[in-house]
């Protein structure tokens, strides 16, 4: 089976160069790989010509239309039986195509994700923002490769579809939270999604605590886009960031009569601070972990409030991603 990768960049040449080196290092490689750059300045077609020896290589410059465009753009031109997502700043262990051709072998699936990890390269602060995004204590598991409190939804960081599927449903949409919206029409298509806990990649974020909070906040005003286009899709492990920012809010204000109240969010805190020391064996990313928390939970939350304020109760229409990008770049 051959795999179409399909990567949109936007001015990352160095993020591609840590990728091509990955995919270099395959054990075995049964893929062609589609590179688009998105109306990039800094582009990355210096870098090819050393890899296309080795894998096939398509390379194509377009106007900046944003990441959904894009990889439908390349959708459209790929080759292979099965199509892969993954983002510019994703690095795959030398092991991945090996051990996902195994998972498909033993159990085929039409759409597949996988979870993400930080290497041990990564920063302290790469550490902690992963550790915020995959924790049970923090996201239920979603992104982490475990149980969780949702249906599995594959997100584009790490995302494969068979040809079959992207003929039935068609690729993403210009919306917030494309990638689910994609994973909501594939099985309501009735097509199986399975989540491959070893086809799982290392997601090099490039992110500081407000970028991170930007990338949240977004994160929770999808949520409310996506249960106003897909009806009963919103699950109350969604809704529990922005409950316990409203939570933690009348807690702080009642905890001026009453301040033992305070233990109970500095309960929750210590059990981060413990849990990515446990994972991580690092003290400095159990701080940075709980610094990262609190952005999530605040920055997913009022996100989240804010989407649901405008657009279920005033009934604002939902604009395109791309005309929010615009709007965000101007102010």
């Not at 944003?66 to 292979?80: K, L, V």
């Not at 990515?276 to 972990?289: D, G, H, I, R």
Request: charged share 25%.
């Amino acid at each position: 089976m051959l795999y179409s990768i399909i990567v949109p960049v936007y001015n990352r040449p160095d993020e591609i160069k840590e990728l091509l080196d990955s995919l270099l290092a395959q054990t075995v490689k049964p893929f062609e790989l589609l590179i688009i750059e998105d109306g990039s300045k800094e582009r990355c077609d210096h870098l090819l010509d050393h890899y296309r020896s080795f894998f096939t290589i398509h390379y194509y410059y377009k106007p900046n239309t944003g990441r959904s465009d894009t990889r439908n753009y390349g959708m459209e031109r790929a080759t292979g039986d099965y199509q892969l997502f993954f983002d510019s700043d994703v690095i795959l262990p030398p092991f991945y195509f090996e051990r996902l051709q195994a998972a498909m072998n033993d159990d085929y699936c039409d759409c597949f994700g996988g979870p993400d990890a930080a290497d041990a390269s990564f920063s302290d602060m790469q550490k902690a923002v992963n550790h915020s995004m995959t924790c049970f204590w923090t996201t239920g598991g979603i992104r982490g490769g475990k149980a969780v409190m949702e249906k599995f939804c594959p997100r584009t960081f790490n995302m494969g579809l068979s040809k079959k599927v992207y003929d039935t449903v068609g690729g993403f949409e210009d919306m917030m939270g494309e990638d689910i919206d994609l994973s909501l029409r594939i099985r309501k298509a009735g097509f199986r999604i399975r989540l491959i806990r070893e086809a799982f990649v290392y997601h090099k974020r490039r992110v500081n605590l407000v970028r991170f909070f930007k990338q949240v906040n977004n994160f929770g005003q999808a949520r409310i886009w996506l249960q106003i286009k897909h009806p009963g899709s919103l699950r109350i492990v969604h809704m529990l960031p922005a409950m316990m920012l409203i939570f933690g809010v009348l807690l702080l204000l009642v905890s001026i009569m009453f301040p033992w109240l305070l233990l109970l969010p500095l309960s929750y805190l210590l059990l981060i601070f413990f849990d990515s020391l446990l994972k991580n064996k690092s003290l400095k990313v159990a701080f940075f972990s709980v610094m990262t928390a609190v952005v999530q939970i605040v920055g997913y939350g009022t996100g989240f409030l804010k989407a649901f304020w405008f657009k279920m109760v005033l009934k604002q229409p939902l604009e395109t991603k791309k005309k929010l990008t615009k709007l965000y770049n101007r102010g």
